[in-house]
């Protein structure tokens, strides 16, 4: 509830500031496909190395949009983004009351800071563009793979995620279509440009596909006064 509310706050914030020069505001909702690389830097080791197994996870914002020309525009958005990855883990066993993977799923929760720049080639009622940008993530909380244990459910190397860094940062790369600056669709990539965590033995990073839907409030409200 703490982080509901919390994400809350920061959105309301967010929008006042922004409300007496932005051209447009909304919401954006969608999903995306996460995973994460795994690099283990000792040799005995390095064959293990590799990219997990994706995840979806649905992602959340709020955005404002200032127009910078007729062909430029800066589009700062905030809001919930699920990162994470499918473990690959699996656990033999022919004790009756041993171990049981119950979900393999790692459930990173982001808040998430975009500061991207919107470059459109011309100006029609169905608007092509590019996206390029950054975004920095704020990790709130996990949920690392479930396990039962005697009915139980227990979750398994909360240890590490514990020592993730909180604060990461990535790229933004996109093409998205607007229909008359009232709908819009993005298909953006996130890759790395920091680690998720590192230590002498492994180094994490992690990278994001979305696809979101997206409705440009005070256009619809406009459209709606006419």
Request: glycine share 8%.
């Amino acid at each position: 509830m703490k982080k509901i509310i919390l994400i809350g706050v920061i959105s309301i914030l967010f929008i006042s500031v922004h409300a007496q020069f932005i051209d447009n505001y909304g919401i954006k909702l969608g999903v995306g496909l996460s995973n994460q690389y795994w690099q283990y830097k000792n040799d005995m080791f390095s064959h293990l190395s590799e990219w997990n197994e994706n995840k979806t996870g649905v992602i959340g914002q709020i955005y404002a949009e200032k127009k910078i020309g007729k062909h430029l525009s800066f589009q700062p958005a905030i809001g919930y983004i699920q990162k994470g990855f499918t473990d690959d883990l699996t656990i033999a066993t022919h004790e009756e009351e041993a171990l049981a993977v119950k979900d393999n799923r790692v459930i990173l929760h982001n808040l998430a800071l975009d500061l991207a720049f919107k470059a459109i080639p011309f100006n029609k009622d169905f608007k092509p563009y590019l996206k390029l940008g950054l975004r920095t993530d704020y990790l709130m909380g996990y949920r690392s793979v479930l396990v039962n244990f005697q009915g139980k459910d227990h979750e398994m190397d909360t240890k590490l995620y514990d020592d993730f860094n909180k604060f990461t940062l990535g790229a933004i790369l996109g093409v998205g279509i607007s229909y008359k600056d009232l709908l819009f669709i993005d298909l953006n990539y996130n890759p790395p440009l920091t680690k998720n965590f590192e230590s002498d033995l492994l180094a994490i990073n992690d990278r994001l596909f979305s696809l979101t839907f997206g409705v440009n409030i005070n256009q619809l409200i406009k459209q709606k006064n006419e």
